[in-house]
């Protein structure tokens, strides 16, 4: 049997500051802590346990990059989980663009260029800046939820609150992302926001 670790009653925040500070220990303690989590968010987008297992990896080295970034009044959590969510996208940006790159008869790559749906665009500008209007810890949840799909246990894990806390940052989030979205009469990106009673389930 493995002895408790005098790291194991630390908070995320005060792990990370060990971690910052030098402490080889800590990181190992971060990674056993927060992979399982990023495990999940990446699965969700990547089926291949291979190709998710190294996107994870990749988040903890952008992590170690960005830590003196770190806010020391922050929440570990929901920047972590960020940072997981940008690595999965510049993944699918990647290959999404060799995917676009088709072979020419001699073997040569012919750029190419994806339409451009100007509606849609546009629909996906004013979702951002409907989104930006709502407090962080609120926009986080919606994002979350709403845009990654995570249920709500899994969204209080990330943002490290309780369910019903997320529920609550949900319900109002959602009256208020539906309100700013009819003024700007949003159509398309996603669909309107979801009725503020899904808040209840999920």
Known sequence: MVPPSPLDGLDDEALFARYVAGEPRAFEALFARLAPLLTRVVRRRVF???QAQDLVQQTFLQMHRARLDFRVDG?????????????????????????????DDEGSWIPTVAPHD?????????????????PEGTRRAIELHWLEGMPFPEVAEALGI?????????????????????????????????????????
């Open 162 to 202: 309780s369910t019903s806390a997320v529920k609550v940052r949900a319900h109002r989030g959602y009256q208020r992302l539906r309100g700013i979205l009819e003024r700007l009469d949003v159509t398309g990106a996603g669909g309107a926001a979801p009725d503020p009673s899904e808040a209840e389930h999920g």
């Open 48 to 50: 291949d346990a291979a």
């Open 75 to 103: 929440r570990l959590r929901p920047w972590v989980v960020t940072i997981c969510m940008n690595v999965v996208r510049q993944h699918f940006r990647r290959t999404q663009r060799a995917a676009e790159l088709p072979l």
């Open 118 to 134: 100007p509606v849609r665009a546009e629909a996906a500008r004013q979702l951002h800046t409907a989104l930006a209007q709502l």
